[in-house]
């Protein structure tokens, strides 16, 4: 099983980044995925999850109007479009797919925004 995130990086504040996360070894279309991310010194959060056939999408405040979260089930990937980045939106971005008992994580993608 492995997920990997990718599109990370610094960007200025205003600018948007896409972030991709690949599954394999597992049936990526059965499982919710989501976006957390953790910031140095805070806890891990949700930023966004969608289910299985992406008919519910939820979003955490700080993310809502700003991010976007879709899924290609035949690719097995998993996005999260963010726009009008803020420094406050710099952590580490982890995504996490979860069905039943099962969870798995990603390694993380650094994202950081500064001018």
């Known amino acids: 099983v492995q997920l990997v995130e990718s599109g990370g990086g610094l960007v200025q504040p205003g600018e948007s980044l896409r972030l991709s996360c690949t599954a394999s070894?597992?049936?990526?279309?059965?499982?919710?995925m989501s976006w957390h991310r953790q910031a140095p010194g805070k806890e891990r959060e949700l930023v966004a999850s969608?289910?299985?056939?992406?008919?519910?999408?939820n979003y955490a405040d700080s993310a809502k109007g700003r991010f976007t979260i879709s899924r290609d089930n035949a690719k097995s990937t998993v996005y999260l479009q963010m726009n009008s980045l803020k420094p406050e939106d710099t952590a580490v971005y982890y995504c996490?797919?979860?069905?039943?008992?099962?969870?798995?994580w990603g390694q993380g993608t650094q994202v950081t925004v500064s001018s």
């Open positions: 969608i289910s299985s056939s992406a008919g519910s999408i």
């Open positions: 070894g597992f049936t990526f279309s059965t499982y919710i």
């Open positions: 996490k797919a979860i069905r039943s008992t099962n969870t798995y």
